[in-house]
């Protein structure tokens, strides 16, 4: 069985600077997908950044950037020049079988003015 | 646009009573899901359905319901028998049954509340 595990319920950052939010999962497959989604507290979940697990290179979206270490199965996202509108629940996901995702429990995110 | 709708937002319902959360879909995609979230946890599986008129269940179907008659149309039913009903829920889609090439798409969810 697929598992994924967020160790942060709660990270806060002060505007402008940069945080790091952590993953770490475990899988049977050798190629995948990791997916970074935020829900804001519209509740709306949005994709963040993908991450596939065959390409060395770490994927890269504007302000958010991933650490994507395959041996030691962690995968975690940074955000850099933190806004105000990136306050929100941060979710790492993991797909499987019918590309059901397994969810992290996340992490809450607040941007301090 | 394309995209996910579900409806209600809020929906109340009364203990004993089974109730339909609606999930519609103009994205042509394949697969479609129905998450749970409690507060303070990630989401959870509850159904999911491939292809039409075939669906299996997730970590967590004792108590719901569902039917793919439509591509278009996943309706999930909370019955009598989910003894813990109140909770966000979640409908999303994505274009290939298998592999996690594209990502989920998701609706704006549904509270439902037992009153």
């Known amino acids: 069985a697929q598992t994924v595990t967020q160790s942060q319920p709660e990270m806060s950052v002060q505007e402008a600077e940069t945080v790091t939010l952590s993953c770490t999962y475990d899988t049977s497959e050798s190629d995948y997908y990791l997916f970074w989604y935020k829900q804001p507290p519209s509740r709306q979940m949005i994709l963040v950044i993908r991450q596939e697990a065959y390409k060395q290179q770490n994927a890269t979206e504007n302000r958010f950037s991933v650490n994507f270490q395959k041996a030691a199965k962690s995968f975690s996202l940074k955000i850099s020049d933190s806004q105000l509108g990136d306050a929100a629940m941060y979710f790492c996901?993991?797909?499987?079988?019918?590309?059901?995702?397994?969810f992290g429990e996340g992490t809450q995110l607040t941007v301090n003015p | 646009d394309g995209g996910i709708t579900q409806s209600p937002k809020y929906l109340f319902r009364k203990e004993g009573q089974n109730v339909t959360l609606s999930c519609e879909q103009n994205?042509?995609?394949?697969?479609m899901y129905w998450y749970r979230q409690d507060p303070g946890q990630g989401l959870r599986l509850i159904y999911y359905?491939?292809?039409?008129?075939?669906?299996q269940k997730g970590d967590i179907a004792e108590g719901y319901s569902v039917s793919r008659e439509k591509k278009e149309s996943f309706p999930l039913t909370v019955t009598s028998a989910q003894k813990n009903p109140t909770a966000f829920y979640l409908c999303?889609?994505?274009?290939?049954?298998?592999?996690?090439?594209?990502?989920?798409?998701f609706g704006q969810g549904t509270r439902l509340t037992v009153v």
């Open positions: 996901a993991l797909p499987g079988e019918g590309s059901r995702l397994t």
């Open positions: 359905s491939q292809i039409v008129n075939d669906f």
């Open positions: 999303a889609s994505s274009i290939f049954p298998t592999g996690g090439l594209t990502e989920a798409f």
């Open positions: 994205l042509n995609h394949d697969a």
